[in-house]
């Protein structure tokens, strides 16, 4: 971590969660000359703003993705594949399947892993020592319980209103994954914000790959901490964040913002800020604590 990030972790630390929208506003006028008060958009290329912008415009958004040419043929295909296919194994062994429904449920990074996925999804549920219930990654567990295909079977992936839904949810995640290209880390912070609240332990954030994502980056955690022994990654992340706090929906949307100006820094080199900006942040933060 660099000096200028460990700075302005140590500001974030000497304030209280109720704080922290008045220190990201604080940080993000030091950082990029924005403000985002009373409502104001900002100039300069702030992630606080892109962040803003893309929750205020995501229904029609997606709903624009939805229609786009390639979206639509993709869906296409998956929907084909689902109609013609004979068997649940030969359902997810047809990349056109496999690739929408991943993707659909925020696991676009598991594309590839076809074996993987066909074990998971074919899991018994009820049995605790099955592959959906033993990986580390809780969102297969979650991504198998939503179909539960070794109970329900192919009928269920046929169903119209399962079809519609993936579709959706691919439209989505597609719409999400293109607001990366112009400030990195949106689709993460985004999701993000729809899964936080469901975490309720530290162990619930090792195990979901992009809320660890976003975590370890918001709080500065090296991410060297991942080869670390499994008690110092918790001690890590529950010494600098009371999971709790993630059931407050202005805490999550703070520190997705967070997220993304640490996100930002550190894919810049923080050639945007300098220790004079560190310095009159510290007096600012001083003064709206007064």
């Known amino acids: ?46 992630p606080v703003q ?7 415009n995501e229904a029609a958004g997606v709903k624009a993705t939805a229609q786009q040419p390639d979206v639509k043929t993709t869906i296409a295909a998956f929907t084909k594949a689902i109609n013609g296919a004979t068997s649940v194994n030969a359902a997810l062994a047809n990349p056109a399947v496999l690739n929408v429904l991943l993707t659909a449920n925020g696991m676009s990074d598991q594309i590839g892993n076809t074996a993987l996925a066909t074990k998971v ?8 020592n099955s592959l959906a219930n033993v990986l580390t990654d809780t969102r297969w567990k979650t991504l198998a319980q939503t179909y539960d295909l070794s109970t329900n079977g192919l009928s269920v992936l046929k169903n119209p209103a ?28 985004l999701t993000f914000i729809q899964q936080a609240g469901s975490i309720t332990s530290v162990d619930g954030v090792l195990s979901n790959a992009t809320v660890r994502n976003v975590v370890t ?23 600098r964040l009371d999971v709790k706090d993630l059931q407050d929906p202005a ?40």
Do not use: C, H, K
């Open 1 to 46: 971590m660099t000096t200028l990030n460990a700075d302005i972790l140590s500001l974030y630390a000497n304030i209280g969660s109720s704080s922290a929208s008045t220190a990201d506003s604080v940080l993000l006028n030091a950082l990029y000359g924005t403000s985002t008060s009373s409502g104001q958009g900002a100039s300069g290329g702030s």
């Open 50 to 56: 892109a962040l803003l912008s893309a929750q205020r």
């Open 217 to 239: 980056t918001a709080l500065g955690v090296p991410e060297q901490i991942a080869f670390q022994s499994l008690n110092a990654q918790e001690q890590a992340i529950s010494t």
């Open 251 to 290: 805490f999550v949307q703070s520190f997705a913002e967070r997220f993304l100006i640490m996100n930002n820094m550190n894919s810049s080199g923080s050639s945007s800020a300098s220790p004079t900006n560190i310095t009159t942040l510290a007096e600012q933060l001083a003064g709206s604590d007064g």
């Open 162 to 189: 399962t079809i519609s839904a993936i579709a959706q949810g691919y439209a989505q995640m597609t719409w999400e994954t293109d607001q990366d290209a112009s400030t990195p880390g949106i689709s993460d912070a």
């Open 121 to 128: 999804l074919t899991s018994n549920l009820s049995d605790p």
